[in-house]
């Protein structure tokens, strides 16, 4: 079956530094998608990785290992709009998006 | 209209009735999707429309239909609701190919089942 694990929770501090892990196993990869959910809101779309290696855009970056079938997601100088959660989606061999469940990403002040 | 608009914005029904979300696009996408929401779940993927005429079924179609008789619009009816189908709905719409073709969403309708 198609899986994609993400921790439930997360909490950091105003200003630090967080990683947000993702590992999936899939029926084929054709790139990874990370987006950020406010409570009560739609998912917005942050960052895409079909090759190996970290994009970076702006406070956020995304590095991708398609050997190890991970990912994680990297939100540098928090703030508290930070706070949501942050879904991990892969395009599988259907170019279809299997979700995770999600990461609640508490910011503490 | 900017975006994906959804209507109803919520909706309490009654078990058995019939009931149609609304979804509409105006950025000319020419895929279409329809998502579920739960508590402690992933978005999970209920029908799907690569372009207008054409309709696919997601991991979770029994209970749904849709329709895509042009490119704007795609609705999602649920012929006799049950209580399982309480749930926040996403509709959101994507370039159709390869490329990174991010999706939009739509603000989602929360529908309750009683």
């Known amino acids: 079956g198609q899986n994609i694990d993400q921790p439930t929770e997360m909490t950091a501090t105003e200003g630090a530094i967080v990683q947000i892990n993702c590992t999936y196993q899939?029926?084929?990869?054709?790139?990874l998608f990370w987006y950020q959910q406010h409570a009560g809101e739609a998912p917005t779309f942050l960052s895409y990785?079909?090759l190996d290696g970290l994009e970076e855009k702006g406070r956020f970056s995304s590095f991708l290992s398609r050997s190890k079938g991970y990912s994680y997601l990297l939100l540098k100088e928090l703030q508290m709009k930070d706070s949501a959660s942050y879904l991990c989606?892969?395009?599988?061999?259907?170019?279809?998006?299997?979700w995770g469940a999600g990461t609640k990403l508490i910011i503490k002040p | 209209i900017a975006g994906i608009t959804q209507a109803p914005t919520s909706q309490i029904l009654a078990a058995g009735r019939r009931m149609t979300l609304r979804c509409t696009q105006d950025?000319?996408?020419?895929?279409m999707y329809w998502y579920r929401q739960d508590l402690g779940l992933g978005l999970r993927l209920i029908h799907y429309?690569?372009?207008?005429?054409?309709?696919g079924k997601g991991e979770v179609p029994d209970g749904y239909s849709v329709s895509r008789a042009n490119t704007d619009d795609f609705p999602l009816t649920l012929a006799s609701a049950v209580p399982s189908q309480t749930s926040v709905y996403f509709c959101?719409?994507?370039?159709?190919?390869?490329?990174?073709?991010?999706?939009?969403f739509g603000p989602g309708t929360r529908l309750t089942v009683l």
């Open positions: 959101a719409s994507s370039e159709e190919g390869a490329g990174y073709n991010e999706q939009f």
């Open positions: 950025m000319r996408h020419n895929a």
């Open positions: 429309s690569n372009t207008a005429g054409t309709t």
């Open positions: 899939t029926s084929g990869f054709n790139g």
């Open positions: 990785n079909v």
């Open positions: 989606a892969v395009r599988d061999s259907n170019y279809q998006l299997i």
